[in-house]
């Protein structure tokens, strides 16, 4: 089993920052990636940004330029530093984990809202 936590959403002003940042324990050896999804009301949840194990990133094109994804050094700790926020960012932010074979995991979401 794996858990994910999650921590550093908020409420935030347009142009303002934010740093999620998410930490997976239990069984966690040979992960995949790890990444962050985002679902606003009445929308589909969708891939923000994700970092795979050998180090490549992706990032969906309307976050480019604004969010960087990073993990730490033992790589079962996932960041997503969120600069220049906007009102359309608003959303819970889920921390995902992907296994090569076998699934993945979330975390339980973390509120982030863009108002001024």
């Known amino acids: 089993q794996v858990q994910l936590v999650e921590s550093g959403g908020g409420l935030v002003q347009p142009g303002g920052s934010l740093r999620l940042s998410c930490a997976a324990s239990?069984?966690?050896?040979?992960?995949?990636?790890m990444g962050w999804y985002r679902q606003a009301p009445e929308k589909q949840r969708e891939l923000v940004a994700d970092i795979r194990s050998s180090g490549i990133t992706n990032y969906a094109d309307s976050v480019k330029g604004r969010f960087t994804i990073s993990r730490g050094n033992a790589k079962n700790t996932v960041y997503l530093q969120i600069n220049n926020l906007k009102p359309e960012d608003t959303a819970v932010y889920y921390c995902?984990?992907?296994?090569?074979?076998?699934?993945?995991?979330w975390g339980q979401g973390t509120q982030v809202t863009v108002s001024s």
């Open positions: 995902n984990l992907k296994f090569p074979v076998g699934g993945q995991y």
């Open positions: 239990g069984s966690v050896f040979g992960i995949y990636a």
